[in-house]
Every structure is written in structure tokens, then in C-alpha cells.
């Protein structure tokens, strides 16, 4: 498995980025119309992991992830 860092968000228009030795991938956030935000990072990180743990390369994963967390909003 490759080794990379999960960063937070750090505009409200960036959802995530993932940092590997030599690569980054920055993800735009999706837009929703947000009626309950509770659980949404925990469907992102657990989402996430699981993805991960299925094989997808973090990019992919993370861009799943992100979409899955946006679908619960």
C-alpha cells in the first residue's frame, strides 16, 4: 500500500486532499444543499477506509468518499 497524509480542507470550495511522498490530489467539493450535516465525516472517513481496505487507489478513494459523504448531507 502506498503511504500517504489525509489533509482537512482548507477553503470551504476544497472538500479533501491527500499528500503521498511524491504526489498530491486535491478534490473539489461537491455542491449540496445541506439539510443535516450530522454523520457527514463520519460517512467520509469511514467511507474512506473502506475503500481503501477494497483496494482503490487513494485518489479514487478519496473522490468516493467525498461523493459519499455528500450524498448524506
Known amino acids: 500500500m502506498r503511504a ?3 489533509e482537512r480542507a482548507r ?6 486532499a491527500a499528500v503521498a511522498a511524491r504526489s ?5 467539493a461537491f ?3 445541506a439539510r443535516n450535516t450530522t454523520g457527514a465525516g463520519d460517512a ?3 467511507s474512506f477506509a473502506a475503500f481503501l ?5 487513494p485518489e479514487a ?7 459519499y459523504a455528500a450524498d448524506s448531507i
Open 61 to 67: 478513494a478519496l473522490t468516493r468518499a467525498a461523493r
Open 11 to 16: 477553503t470551504p470550495a476544497e472538500a479533501a
Open 44 to 46: 467520509f472517513i469511514g
Open 53 to 57: 481496505a477494497q483496494g482503490a487507489a
Open 24 to 28: 498530491s490530489f486535491a478534490l473539489p
Open 31 to 33: 455542491r449540496v444543499e
Open 4 to 6: 500517504f497524509t489525509y
